[in-house]
T-cell receptor
Framework: RKEVEQDPGPFNVPEGATVAFNCTYSNSASQSFFWYRQDCRKEPKLLMSVYSSGNEDGRFTAQLNRASQYISLLIRDSKLSDSATYLCVVKERDNFNKFYFGSGTKLNVKP | DAGVTQSPTHLIKTRGQQVTLRCSPKSGHDTVSWYQQALGQGPQFIFQYYEEEERQRGNFPDRFSGHQFPNYSSELNVNALLLGDSALYLC????????????FGPGTRLTVT
């Protein structure tokens, strides 16, 4: 079983739509959670950290459910520039420097 | 402020050969992690270097080895290349105390024929 699982998509949405991605992780000892964005043939870039209380950054909202070992990312008012692959990332408590990446969810925002 | 740099950008090797990839961390960073990203997959952790030592290692064979230099730059070496080693190799740098804040380089695309 993979440490981090994501729906690969693609999610095809019109501009202005709201879209949500989910991610599950297998190790209940996981400590830190992140969403990264990766554009085609580019390196991953940190989008946001995910806190237990949930957090928001502009149009982006991240939620963590430790009981269900589930992380989500909500994007409101989608822009064409949001088209990318979104990677869910988990860092485990005992391996404080080892990050586990999901395979990513591809988002295509259409005009 | 220079970000993470990697060289070369692209590389083609044949099976059985050896390859060395290079990474210079972001200015001020002391920790370098290496990842392998196969097509359509997320990055997979190979290992991490801090204070010139390998601190953590993922599920990669001993054919994958590395080094960190006193200036914090790092090399990834892969011996006895296999076709399955074809991937994008990403270097990420961070500060040891803020290891959750990683910055990735543009990667080296390795093709093994």
């Amino acid at each position: 079983r993979k440490e981090v699982e994501q729906d690969p998509g693609p999610f095809n949405v019109p501009e202005g739509a709201t879209v949500a991605f989910n991610c599950t992780y297998s190790n209940s000892a996981s400590q830190s959670f992140f969403w990264y964005r990766q554009d085609c043939r580019k390196e991953p870039k940190l989008l946001m950290s995910v806190y237990s209380s949930g957090n928001e950054d502009g149009r982006f909202t991240a939620q963590l459910n430790r009981a269900s070992q589930y992380i989500s990312l909500l994007i409101r008012d989608s822009k064409l520039s949001d088209s990318a692959t979104y990677l869910c990332v988990v860092k485990e408590r005992d391996n404080f420097n080892k990050f586990y990446f999901g395979s990513g969810t591809k988002l295509n925002v259409k005009p | 402020d220079a970000g993470v740099t990697q060289s070369p950008t692209h590389l083609i090797k044949t099976r059985g050969q050896q390859v060395t990839l290079r990474c210079s961390p972001k200015s001020g960073h002391d920790t370098v992690s290496w990842y392998q990203q196969a097509l359509g997959q997320g990055p997979q952790f190979i290992f991490q270097y801090y204070e010139e030592e390998e601190r953590q290692r993922g599920n990669f064979p001993d054919r994958f080895s590395g080094h960190q230099f006193p200036n914090y730059s790092s090399e990834l070496n892969v011996n006895a290349l296999l076709l399955g080693d074809s991937a994008l190799y990403l270097c990420a740098s961070s500060l040891q105390q803020r290891s959750y804040e990683q910055y990735f380089g543009p990667g080296t695309r390795l093709t093994v024929t």
